[in-house]
Structures are given as structure tokens and as C-alpha cells.
């Protein structure tokens, strides 16, 4: 018997979805929220919180280590600070959520939703600025995204996923900034990052093989140890980068005498 698509979607993602600790209200969530005293953290850790409008509310400095926010709307959330370590964003919506200085390691965002429409606006970009996203899986269009400063270290952003099913597009950060971010060891396998600014990021160890980095900004980048293989370079700026000599697969690398050097 062949088990129809749409319920085998059903069975891999059920785990995810009802994962976590006890489940809560919007009006719970809003409400302690609401009476937590200054001085004092708001704490959703292990908390289960999937699949509730979320939106437009304060998670300034939250506790949310391991909590289970699957399939949330959290549009226009104020998640700056917030320890949202370990916690479970999958198909959650990003739509202009604040994530700067945000503590995001080892977090899972697959499928999360950062646009309204099918062209993304860098008006509803979600900021991660100086977020920390080591080690996290992440498959979404994060197109302009700022991710200055971020620190990414680790990051899964390959289409080689953990998860049976993956994404129908690519990782795309089309357009991001991520000067000054931390992108050593990083996965970015097949990651679009056309036109995205990496000036001063260090890219040591990543791996980049067959990533689209067409007109992509790595003035005074770090290289070194960073799988190119099959890289596009076709009019990237890599003046001053560092760690050339010790970079891999730069011979394989695509249009690299079209480079900016």
C-alpha cells in the first residue's frame, strides 16, 4: 500500500510539532509577559508554544532555551537578547522580528518564513544583528537580511539536510550584510549569496562548494582553510582577501578571471 504524500509530511513533522514542555495560551504567553517585574526575565524555556499567533509581542531578553515554537507567527516580535538556544523555529513566520543580539545556537529554523510574498522586501527582512547563530540549522530565504557582526560559526546552511524532506529553493542570502560576521567552519553548500556584503567576515574553513557568490562584497574577507569548489566568483570583490593561499578547490572554483581583484 503506498502511503499518499501529504500524510507522510504529516508523520515527519508530527514529532517536531509536539515536542516540548507544557503547552501555553496566547493569553498565558501574554500574560506573564505582562507581569513579569523589571529586573526580572520572562522564561518560556521548554515551553511549548507551537502554532500560536505570537505576534507584535515583547520577548526582550526572554528565556526560551529549548522551547518548542514550531509553526508560530512570530511577526514583528522584539526577540532582541533573547535566549532562544536550542529552541525549535521550524516553519515559524520571521516577518520583521528583531533577533538582534539574540542567542540562537544550536536552534533549528527549516522552512521558517521571513516574507509575505513570493518577492522578498527588505522592508519585512527580519534583523540578526550580532545574533548568535552557531551551529544552527537553517533553511529559509533570509534575501537582505542584516547579519552584521553575527556570529554564524558552524552554521548548517546546506541543502544536504538532516531532514527527510527538504526545502523546494535553496538557502538564499541574496543581498545580506554580513560584514564583520563569524563564519568560520560554516556549511554553505549551494547557498545563494549574490550580491551579498562579507566584507571583513571570516570564512575560514567554510565550506562554499557550489555556492552562487555572483557579485557578492569579500573585500578584507578570511579564506583560509574554505572549500571553493565550484564556487561562482563572477564579479565578486576580492580585493585584500585574506587566506587565498590556503583556501581549497580555488582552481575549481567558476569565473574566477571574472573576479574583482
Same mark, same amino acid.
Given at each position: 500500500?503506498?502511503?499518499p504524500?501529504?500524510?507522510?509530511? +504529516?508523520?515527519? %513533522?508530527?514529532?517536531?510539532?509536539?515536542?516540548?514542555?507544557?503547552?501555553?495560551?496566547?493569553?498565558?504567553?501574554?500574560?506573564?509577559?505582562?507581569?513579569?517585574?523589571?529586573?526580572?526575565?520572562?522564561?518560556?524555556?521548554?515551553? !511549548?508554544?507551537?502554532?500560536?499567533?505570537?505576534?507584535?509581542?515583547?520577548?526582550?531578553?526572554?528565556?526560551?532555551?529549548?522551547?518548542?515554537?514550531?509553526?508560530? !507567527?512570530?511577526?514583528?516580535?522584539?526577540?532582541?537578547?533573547?535566549? %532562544?538556544?536550542?529552541?525549535?523555529?521550524?516553519?515559524?513566520?520571521? #516577518?520583521?522580528?528583531?533577533?538582534?543580539?539574540?542567542?540562537?545556537?544550536?536552534?533549528?529554523?527549516?522552512?521558517? @518564513?521571513?516574507?509575505? #510574498?513570493?518577492?522578498?522586501?527588505?522592508?519585512? @527582512?527580519?534583523?540578526f544583528?550580532?545574533?548568535?547563530?552557531?551551529?544552527?540549522?537553517?533553511?529559509?530565504?533570509?534575501?537582505?537580511?542584516?547579519?552584521?557582526?553575527? !556570529?554564524? =560559526?558552524?552554521?548548517?546552511?546546506?541543502?544536504?539536510?538532516?531532514?527527510?524532506?527538504? @526545502?523546494?529553493?535553496?538557502?538564499?542570502?541574496?543581498?545580506?550584510?554580513?560584514? !564583520? +560576521?563569524?563564519? /568560520?567552519?560554516?556549511?554553505?553548500?549551494?547557498?545563494?549569496?549574490?550580491? +551579498?556584503?562579507? /566584507?571583513?567576515?571570516?570564512?575560514?574553513? +567554510? #565550506?562554499?562548494?557550489?555556492?552562487d557568490? #555572483?557579485? @557578492?562584497?569579500?573585500?578584507?574577507?578570511?579564506?583560509?582553510?574554505?572549500?571553493? =569548489?565550484?564556487?561562482?566568483?563572477?564579479?565578486?570583490?576580492?580585493?585584500?582577501?585574506?587566506?587565498?593561499?590556503?583556501?581549497?578547490?580555488?582552481?575549481?572554483?567558476?569565473?574566477?578571471?571574472?573576479?574583482?581583484?
Amino acid at each position: 500500500m503506498r502511503i499518499p504524500f501529504t500524510l507522510l509530511i +504529516a508523520v515527519v %513533522l508530527a514529532p517536531a510539532a509536539s515536542a516540548g514542555g507544557p503547552r501555553l495560551t496566547v493569553k498565558q504567553v501574554s500574560e506573564i509577559l505582562a507581569k513579569t517585574a523589571p529586573g526580572h526575565l520572562a522564561d518560556f524555556s521548554y515551553k !511549548d508554544l507551537s502554532f500560536l499567533d505570537l505576534s507584535d509581542l515583547d520577548f526582550r531578553q526572554a528565556k526560551l532555551v529549548g522551547a518548542n515554537l514550531y509553526g508560530a !507567527d512570530l511577526s514583528r516580535d522584539n526577540l532582541s537578547g533573547a535566549d %532562544l538556544s536550542g529552541a525549535n523555529l521550524d516553519h515559524t513566520v520571521i #516577518t520583521r522580528t528583531n533577533f538582534a543580539g539574540a542567542n540562537l545556537a544550536n536552534a533549528s529554523l527549516y522552512d521558517s @518564513a521571513a516574507y509575505s #510574498t513570493l518577492e522578498p522586501s527588505p522592508a519585512e @527582512a527580519p534583523n540578526f544583528v550580532g545574533a548568535n547563530l552557531s551551529r544552527a540549522h537553517v533553511v529559509a530565504r533570509l534575501n537582505y537580511v542584516d547579519m552584521h557582526g553575527a !556570529d554564524l =560559526t558552524g552554521v548548517h546552511m546546506s541543502m544536504a539536510t538532516d531532514h527527510l524532506i527538504t @526545502a523546494v529553493q535553496n538557502n538564499d542570502l541574496s543581498g545580506c550584510n554580513l560584514s !564583520d +560576521a563569524n563564519l /568560520t567552519d560554516a556549511d554553505l553548500r549551494q547557498v545563494r549569496l549574490t550580491f +551579498a556584503n562579507l /566584507t571583513n567576515a571570516n570564512l575560514s574553513g +567554510a #565550506t562554499l562548494v557550489s555556492s552562487d557568490m #555572483t557579485r @557578492a562584497d569579500l573585500s578584507g574577507a578570511n579564506v583560509a582553510g574554505a572549500n571553493l =569548489t565550484g564556487v561562482d566568483l563572477d564579479g565578486t570583490v576580492m580585493r585584500h582577501v585574506k587566506g587565498l593561499q590556503e583556501a581549497k578547490g580555488l582552481d575549481r572554483a567558476r569565473n574566477w578571471d571574472k573576479a574583482v581583484r
